[in-house]
T-cell receptor, first 115, second 114 residues
Framework: DTGVSQDPRHKITKRGQNVTFRCDPI?????LYWYRQTLGQGPEFLTY????????KSRLLSDRFSAERPKGSFSTLEIQRTEQGDSAMYLC?????????????FGPGTRLTVL | AQSVTQPDIHITVSEGASLELRCNYS??????LFWYVQSPGQGLQLLLK??????LVQGIKGFEAEFKRSQSSFNLRKPSVHWSDAAEYFC????????????FGTGTKLQVIP
């Protein structure tokens, strides 16, 4: 069990640029979640995948945001035309279906700074 | 809708002193409750969880939490704080079931002084 990994750990970009983040969940986990955490706040749910299907999206996920999990393993989160308000820590988590408590295991996050 | 309130934004305790971090939740059914810890530059680590059974839950690093349904609370405690416990602590409530939608509180930052 190598844990959830995220890449890159830090990203600095200029307003208007597109960015893409990657999340590799724990290998046998079929559920994957994306959260956004801004300074002084707890993580806020963005979207959820079960295998390759995206089953829920938060209203926080504007049309500039898109997430994919093409083969039910790793996932990508893309932000198009970034804005300064997108600056945040983007967290990925995974969990395994069937476990009663559905504990989510979190990655270290990708910190995005939009200049 | 489920929600979590952590009334203390920042708490300072002396090393060796006891600690209690407050958490109140709002959820219509029996909640799944969690405490996570986040150190600078690190992801969230689960300290403990409650979903049924004994209302006093033991976690890692010597932490425990007590579920009180009548008060809608799930306070985190530790009898003796160590300097390495300085971090941010998040209480969270989940819906359980087949898909776990988790809602986090705003966090309590713990400072430990010598």
């Amino acid at each position: 069990d190598t844990g959830v990994s995220q890449d890159p750990r830090h990203k600095i970009t200029k307003r208007g640029q597109n960015v893409t983040f990657r999340c590799d969940p724990i290998s046998e986990h079929n559920r994957l979640y994306w959260y956004r955490q801004t300074l002084g706040q707890g993580p806020e749910f963005l979207t959820y995948f079960q295998n390759e299907a995206q089953l829920e999206k938060s209203r926080l996920l504007s049309d500039r945001f898109s997430a994919e999990r093409p083969k039910g393993s790793f996932s990508t989160l893309e932000i198009q035309r970034t804005e300064q308000g997108d600056s945040a820590m983007y967290l990925c988590a995974s969990s395994l279906d069937g476990r009663r408590s559905n504990e989510q295991f979190f990655g270290p996050g990708t910190r995005l700074t939009v200049l | 809708a489920q929600s979590v309130t952590q009334p203390d934004i920042h708490i300072t305790v002396s090393e060796g002193a006891s600690l209690e971090l407050r958490c109140n939740y709002s959820y219509g059914a029996t909640p799944y409750l969690f405490w996570y810890v986040q150190s600078p530059g690190q992801g969230l680590q689960l300290l403990l969880k409650y979903f049924s059974g004994d209302t006093l839950v033991q976690g890692i690093k010597g932490f425990e939490a007590e579920f009180k349904r009548s008060q809608s609370s799930f306070n985190l405690r530790k009898p003796s704080v160590h300097w390495s416990d300085a971090a941010e602590y998040f209480c969270a409530v989940g819906s359980g079931g087949g898909y776990q939608k988790v809602t986090f509180g705003t966090g309590t930052k713990l400072q430990v002084i010598p």
